[in-house]
């Protein structure tokens, strides 16, 4: 279980963050037209934004800061993940012009819980902290960050570099 905060309050989630160096767990997403996608169908290396809710300005930012980011990185695919409905995030990325990243849920899914990063108490409990995964070609982590404080934004600068 890690300790992370909202607001400076304590809040706490399922586990632990798969450690560098090790197989990221296959997982599965659902994709804006509902259809199902596990981590083996996404080719190349891959960053995981994974946050609570597109609907609040830090994890907008976030999505916007990978699309923005993204697009000159070859090899290179960014999920954006949440347990928000797949309509949500379709919405989302079609008003704000994300086409050099992805959005899936993870609402019918057992990643938050397999990933450790599922909030278990407070207000946001039962959905997914920020996290940011990157992961090589054969899905094995590089880069793991869990946000201390979920009101912050990640470090992108970190997270892009081990795709240099």
């Known amino acids: 279980m890690a300790t992370i905060t909202l607001k400076g309050n304590p809040i706490n ?42 609907d609040t300005g830090v994890c907008a930012n976030s999505v916007r800061q990978f699309n923005t980011r993204a697009a000159a990185l070859k090899d290179t695919v960014v999920l954006n993940l949440s347990k928000d409905l797949p309509f949500a995030l379709k919405r989302f990325c079609g008003a704000e012009g994300i086409k050099n990243a992805q959005a899936a849920s993870v609402w019918r ?53 081990t795709l240099a």
């Open 109 to 161: 899914s057992d990643f938050a819980r397999k990933y450790g990063l599922e909030i278990v108490d407070g207000p946001l409990k039962g959905l997914c902290s920020r996290v940011v995964l990157v992961l090589d070609g054969s899905n094995k982590v590089v880069y793991a960050q869990q946000v201390a404080e979920i009101a912050a934004e990640p470090d992108y600068d970190a997270a892009l570099k």
């Open 13 to 54: 989630t399922s586990g632990t963050l798969p450690a560098v160096g090790s197989q990221a767990p296959d997982f599965s997403v659902v994709k804006e037209d509902l259809s199902e996608a596990p981590l083996s169908s996404f080719s190349g290396r891959k960053v995981l934004n994974v946050f609570p809710s597109v």
